[in-house]
């Protein structure tokens, strides 16, 4: 950020003032890859920082109930700082003022880290469980090596540490699953593991815990790729969404709402739905299900899926009242993002129902990433959850690149033309509906092949550390 915030302030590093009546400005190349390296070097940072902290946080907790709270205010205020970046800093950006709207960010990032700073002696933290993709590597480097061995029919028969080591190394046991059976080779001791004093060679012999960790991240594959396709359609909140507020009247009284700051609803709808979650849903579905936390973390998601493809058809519904009421109004060959007499408020329920699809897909997902394994692999697993979003927009301008070299043909404008009152932007939402459902029946056979981790101890057995 404080990059970011030089290329707006030092005047080696701003573009040249540019008109707005005034075609053909340029910029130089080192500005512009000065830009673009602190934008990256912020990716970089969130990568880093995210999945870390919805770990942490989720360890100085003990209940499963208490984590599964956390994790749905984590997505609140995870969302929250977009109340403060949509209406505050926009309204000081869209003034011109972006010195300092991106300086105000930077001390608020700051601050961040202050606080937490200030925490650090009283967390709770295990101890580290080595690199997960060394350890994914040693399981499938002995399993090639002992290809042709023949398993046991007993799988007690095969290689597993002692409950101390696994204390040692800040681990838990994970009892021995049916899936996947080609690993398990990796667990069968031979007189060639070179296993000297009670030390083995790690890229000859692996414990069961070992293979378990990597059969259940290949196990949650289907389950994250299903959580990319939702992505994509949870992508047009800050995207099309934000291009058709543009085109709408967005007056409120004698003020004018930034088209990005109707997002704020969507941060609203989390609030909202995550208390009612709490306080409504989980008595209900307890008293149906007569599961103790109401829904399993698959069944929440799998009702996500469902109310995203709500969301979707009340976009598109939203949107072809909108094109209706610009041809009526005479809009059609306005100019870009003239507005057109419907207010941006009409687009408040599609905000809601994403809002209402976030807290239990996202949710659903941190949880079930952290709880489907060891605290050796708790990182990297919750970086799929996280990952799957940021994938998901990649697809989503990939899937808007395709649609618009397919629906140009023939010399049409296309869907997602420049002038929106001319395209068919119900017609993608439409296609995002389609791409949604087949996400959600991809999503039940997944969720129904999937078997929960088996866990042989609890969390309260391995030992913890303070700094």
Wanted: hydrophobic share 45%; net charge positive.
């Amino acid at each position: 950020m404080i990059l970011l915030s030089l290329s707006v302030t030092m005047k080696s590093l701003k573009p040249p003032f540019c008109p707005r009546d005034r075609e053909g400005c340029s910029v130089s190349s080192g500005r512009v890859s000065f830009l673009f390296l602190s934008l990256y070097i912020i990716a970089v940072g969130s990568g880093g920082y995210l999945p870390a902290l919805q770990t942490l946080g989720a360890d100085q907790l003990d209940s499963e109930k208490q984590k599964t709270n956390f994790f749905g205010w984590l997505l609140f205020f995870t969302n929250a700082g977009g109340i403060l970046a949509n209406t505050v800093f926009v309204y000081i950006e869209n003034e011109g003022e972006w010195a300092l709207g991106y300086w105000l960010s930077t001390a608020t990032g700051g601050l961040a880290i202050l606080v937490f700073a200030l925490g650090v002696p009283t967390y709770r933290q295990y101890k580290p469980g080595g690199n997960p993709f060394v350890r994914f590597a040693q399981v499938l480097v002995s399993a090639f090596r002992k290809r042709n061995q023949q398993l046991p029919s007993n799988c007690h028969a095969l290689f597993e540490t002692s409950d101390k080591e696994h204390i040692e190394k800040g681990t838990r046991r994970i009892s021995h699953t049916m899936s996947f059976r080609f690993l398990d080779k990796a667990a069968i001791e031979t007189g060639s593991d070179d296993i000297h004093d009670n030390r083995r060679n790690p890229w000859r012999l692996c414990p069961v815990t070992q293979v378990e960790e990597m059969k259940c991240v290949c196990r949650m594959m289907p389950i994250w790729l299903c959580g990319v396709l939702f992505s994509v359609a949870n992508a047009q909140i800050t995207t099309l969404f934000v291009e058709q507020a543009a085109t709408m009247d967005n007056r409120l009284h004698h003020f004018k709402i930034p088209p990005a700051s109707i997002s704020i609803f969507n941060v609203v709808s989390i609030f909202v739905w995550n208390v009612a979650y709490n306080a409504i849903v989980i008595p209900l579905a307890r008293k149906l299900t007569g599961n103790s936390n109401g829904l399993t973390q698959l069944q929440r998601m799998t009702i996500g899926q469902v109310v995203s493809i709500g969301a979707m058809a009340v976009a598109a519904v939203v949107e072809m009242r909108r094109l209706q009421i610009a041809k009526e109004a005479g809009l059609l060959d306005a100019p870009p993002f003239a507005p057109v007499p419907m207010s941006i408020f009409w687009l408040v329920p599609q905000y809601c129902l994403l809002g209402l699809a976030q807290v239990f897909i996202v949710v659903g997902a941190l949880d079930f990433f952290y709880t489907e394994t060891s605290h050796s692999t708790r990182s990297l697993v919750g970086s799929l959850s996280l990952s799957s979003l940021a994938i998901g927009s990649y697809v989503s301008s990939l899937l808007v690149t395709v649609v618009m070299r397919v629906t140009k043909r023939g010399g049409s404008r296309g869907w997602i033309p420049t002038n929106l009152n001319r395209g068919h932007v119900d017609y993608f939402y439409w296609l995002l509906m389609g791409i949604s459902i087949i996400d959600l029946v991809m999503f039940v056979f997944a969720a129904r092949w999937y078997k929960y981790i088996p866990k042989q101890t609890d969390d309260s057995s391995i030992e913890q550390s303070n700094p």
